[in-house]
């Protein structure tokens, strides 16, 4: 079975500096779809990022962006320039391509604090 | 579009009483999924339906149930709640299984089992 691991429970960053929050997983797939989550205090699940395993070039979404490192099994979310507003808890998730196996796997969180 | 809908918000059940927890998507999508959420545990998946007539045990099934009554909806049921039950659930949906694209998700229940 897939596992996913965040090992930085909280995280604290200042209004307009970058923050990198760490994701690891475990997987024997070598095909596999990675993301990130946002879960702001209204509990709304709001998608941040996703990845595809097969393709090298990191994903990119504005502010955010991920660095990739499939051999060692790591998917970090930076994210630039930060603002108030991305004070939340982030889920890092992992979802395999393949039959019965193919739920999405969440790790434990990291809450994100936004300070001026 | 109203996406995934959940009901109730929030419930208050006592030990041993039992409630089920509606879930409906109108987005046509053919994988319904049941998380709970709890403090340090992250989201873990409870049961989930890949399609119409499907359902299948996901990380935590012990002490529920489900039904995808037609393709719009997936209820879970508590026979007997425990206080171990106490968290927040989220309904989600997705295309299909083993799509790339994100997971809708309701906006949760609050349950509390006292």
């Known amino acids: 079975a897939q596992t996913v691991t965040q090992s930085q429970p909280e995280m604290s960053v200042q209004e307009a500096e970058t923050v990198t929050l760490s994701c690891t997983y475990d997987t024997s797939e070598s095909d596999y779809y990675l993301f990130w989550y946002k879960q702001p205090p209204s509990r709304q699940m709001i998608l941040v990022i996703r990845?595809?395993?097969?393709?090298?070039q990191n994903a990119t979404e504005n502010r955010f962006s991920v660095n990739f490192q499939k051999a060692a099994k790591s998917f970090s979310l930076k994210i630039s320039d930060s603002q108030l507003g991305d004070a939340a808890m982030y889920f890092c998730?992992?979802?395999?391509?393949?039959?019965?196996?193919?739920?999405?796997?969440f790790g434990t969180g990291t809450r994100l604090q936004v300070t001026l | 579009n109203a996406g995934v809908t959940q009901t109730p918000k929030f419930q208050v059940l006592k030990t041993g009483q039992s409630m089920t927890l509606q879930c409906a998507q109108d987005m046509n999508h053919n994988s319904m999924y049941w998380y709970r959420q709890d403090p340090g545990m992250g989201l873990r998946l409870i049961y989930y339906s890949a399609s119409e007539g499907t359902t299948d045990k996901g990380e935590v099934p012990n002490g529920y149930n489900v039904s995808r009554l037609n393709k719009r909806e997936f209820s879970l049921r508590l026979e007997s709640a425990a206080p171990s039950q106490t968290s927040v659930y989220f309904c989600a949906s997705t295309r299909t299984l083993t799509t790339n694209e994100k997971l809708f998700f309701g906006s949760g229940t609050q349950l509390s089992v006292l």
């Open positions: 990845q595809e395993a097969y393709k090298q």
């Open positions: 998730a992992y979802r395999s391509v393949t039959g019965t196996a193919s739920k999405l796997t």
